[in-house]
């Protein structure tokens, strides 16, 4: 199996059985879920007078105070990865989110995560034109289904009626998944001395709590917003329920099952149930914030997540084929392994 650790895929006490392949598929859909759920309860907040960047602080900081027992657990972690951790703060955990949470304030939340989820293509892109390697027909067909279900997402017909800067916020966030893609990619073959996941996860969030304290300025933050109220689409709703959500779903929950699903579940199969964050995250956006896509975007949508998939279980090698799971935290578990 792809995935390498002290205890792998198939060493796990659970292994592939069926009752363990039917816990992981549960906890991949838990996982799909609780990040799905992220920016239906971070765009209410933002519209209700946070920034962006003070909402991801707040999400990253709380995520980091609940995980600061595992990261006291793997405190060895600093001194033999602190690449790893500095690179999966810095992109995984800052930078998606950061770019991500900002393309809310302009943008539908299903259209940019839908952008989002060109990373696996872009990986692709990186492994054919920077590390020069070659890459097979069906995960070059990938590419193209993802781009032009794209094209259909953003209506280029319109004249791209989104908003342009919001459009290369989430441009960004899928940037900077193929870096931390190609950064998990470097310690994919560590075998016996991989690193702890959920250590990984625990101080990666530190890091990027550390990075966007200095980035958000917190101590500017309207602070009085989070003792008030939301709008969920005509219903109010108290802030500091939808920012719980965000913690403790959207992100603990959220890493900690992505983590746990891989480990019972062969990658492919992680990685299709992965894809369903996009549709679950588009699905609540439209029941509960009320942001409808006409039939063009749907279709789209669909497209870019089947091209998206295609590309990236089709890679021969490189940091997309390996596991063939898009969502950081599967690619995670890949390079991290299992102890």
Known sequence: MPVQASQGSQGSPTGHGSQGRG??????????????????AAKPLIEAGLDP??????????????????????????????ALLAGFGLLA?????????????????GVALLIEYLAPALVLGWVRFVQRKPVTRAAAFGVVLAVGGLACVVEVWAGLGFDAVGLVLALCAACCQVGYFVLSDQGSDAGDDAPHP??????????????????ARPWGMDWQVLAGSADLDGSAVPAWVLLGWIVL????????????????????????????????????????LGEHLSAPQIVGGAVVLVGAFIAQ?????????KDAVPSPETELARSGGAA
């Open 313 to 321: 279980s089709a890679t021969p090698g490189g940091p997309a084929g």
């Open 198 to 215: 959920l250590g990984v996860i625990a101080y990666g969030l530190l890091v990027g709590t550390a990075v966007l304290t200095v980035v």
């Open 23 to 40: 816990f992981g598929l549960g906890l991949a859909l838990l996982s799909a879920v609780a990040f799905g759920g992220s920016g239906v």
């Open 93 to 109: 955990v800052a930078g998606v989110q950061a770019c991500y949470f900002a393309a809310l304030s302009r943008i539908p939340v």
């Open 53 to 82: 960047l003070h909402v991801v602080w707040l999400r990253v900081a709380g995520a980091a105070l609940v995980m600061l027992p595992v990261a006291w657990r793997h405190r060895s972690l600093v001194r033999d990865r602190p």
């Open 249 to 288: 779903l959207a992100t603990v929950v959220a890493y900690v099952t992505g983590v746990l699903a891989v480990r019972r579940l062969s990658p492919q199969v992680a990685g299709v149930v992965a894809c369903l964050e996009a549709v679950i995250a588009t699905a609540l956006a439209w029941v509960v």
